[in-house]
Nanobody, 116 residues
């Protein structure tokens, strides 16, 4: 498994979760990392990305509530999600984009359910 996501679960509105995605070292060191999500009936959408150099990009609607970070020593990318809302319910996918050749890896997805 190249990307292993974890940390999803059931949380109440206003709660927090932290997702983790562990990657193989070769992939992590050479990739911009990101999180996407897909809610039932919807297309997969960008949540946030972090480049090899640490530059972050967020979906406009999620700025201020979600924080992406990467730990280069642990080959892991995190997504801290605060003040969760029912509309955040989705399967969250980890993504790695190899720098220079734009080849993408996807993790298996982790389900986040926010109850009202």
């Amino acid at each position: 498994v190249q990307l292993q996501a974890s940390g999803g679960g059931l949380v109440q509105t206003g709660g927090s979760l932290r997702l983790s995605c562990a990657a193989s070292g070769n992939i992590f060191r050479s990739s911009d990392m990101g999180w996407y999500r897909q809610a039932p009936g919807n297309q997969r959408e960008l949540v946030a990305t972090v480049t090899i150099g640490g530059t972050t990009v967020y979906a406009d609607s999620l700025k201020g509530r979600f924080t992406i970070s990467r730990d280069n020593a642990k080959n892991t990318v995190y997504l801290q999600m605060n003040n969760l809302k029912p509309e955040d319910t989705a399967v969250y996918y980890c993504h790695a984009l190899l720098y220079g050749i734009n080849y993408a890896y996807w993790g298996q997805g982790t389900l986040v359910t926010v109850s009202s």
